[in-house]
């Protein structure tokens, strides 16, 4: 892998967690309607409508593929590699996903104490605790009930270390299948299945088959072509959200997006770009794990505390949804400077070493 595709994994990594920020900060349509003057609010809804659900789910597939791209690149050892890999990946991703659950659940706990605070959390972690012991812990480190665990975030990670977990089934099936299993997997996302996370594992081997093409090719006008594309069907949905239709092509246009973003990247940033010599930049991508691990509950307080400030109006809501993503990352740099200033073997324990 060049330098310049790395420098461009890590750069496309970061504007992914920036819309998965965002799409953490959106308000529903039922905290909407319950403004002070009882009034549609158009704006955030299109607003929302447009960063966080159309730009934005391109953001979490995305990340499936470069993790796949990255476990299934560089394999000279076959079987044995990948045994390593996994061996790695319990450190840089089973640790960091158990400190993020405990770390949600002491915080909202924290929060719950504090009476003046409690108010800026979406849910009581209370009553958790109310549940056996075998609940507690499903609950915390696996699911709640609701497809997630309870630091509902981390269900990326989750269904990234089980896919993990039983790569070397992956892999083999790429070894002989290539492409057509990708294809399978594909059509097998349109069957519903249980404990099986098919659409993670969709996108995951996906990443693994582009090991096989040459990304260094730039494809400027199929980016150009393919940007419009997914403009077009954005625009088209949100004129008709409401079509069934939607559902069954979300992939395809994920795709779409995705193909989209992967070669514009090569229209805005020239090869000779490297990552290394512009520090504010190499200092942003730095902390996008870390940022991803922690960003719930805290985000959510910022949020709701803009909105207490400013009002339970559109304006209130709109400058919440904008800039609560930026004082969030602004917040969590300066604590992840300052842990790897002061502490930094906590900190790469956290972050898995990265």
Known sequence: MSKYISDKIKILSFV?????LYIHSGFSNEVLILNEKKTEMQTIYILQFIISGMVGRIAVPLFYIISGYLFFLNVPQGMQSIYKK?????????????IGCLF????????????WASKYINSPIMPLFNNSITQ??????????????????LWFLRDLILIVATSPLWYLCLKYAKWCFVI??????????????????FWFVLGGQLTQVNL???YKKAGLICCLIFLIF?????????????ETARIPIICIGIIGIWNIYNVLIPVQYTLSEHKVMTTLCSFTFFIYLFHEPTLNIFRKIIVAILGKNEIGYIVSYLFSPWLFIIS???IGFLLKKHYLAIYKVCTGGR
């Open 16 to 20: 992914c967690i920036i819309l998965v």
């Open 86 to 98: 996994i061996y790695k990946r319990g450190r840089t991703l089973f640790i960091p996903y158990l």
């Open 104 to 115: 949600f659940v002491f915080f909202n706990v924290l929060i719950a104490t504090i009476p």
């Open 136 to 153: 507690i812990i499903c609950s915390i480190f696996y699911d709640t009930g609701n497809g997630s665990p309870c630091a509902f975030q």
């Open 184 to 201: 399978i997997t594909f059509f097998l996302t349109y069957i519903s299945m249980s404990y099986i996370p098919i659409t993670s594992l």
């Open 216 to 218: 260094e090719h730039t």
């Open 234 to 246: 954005s625009i088209v949905q949100l004129l008709n959200p409401n079509y069934k239709i939607w």
């Open 332 to 334: 969590s740099m300066i």
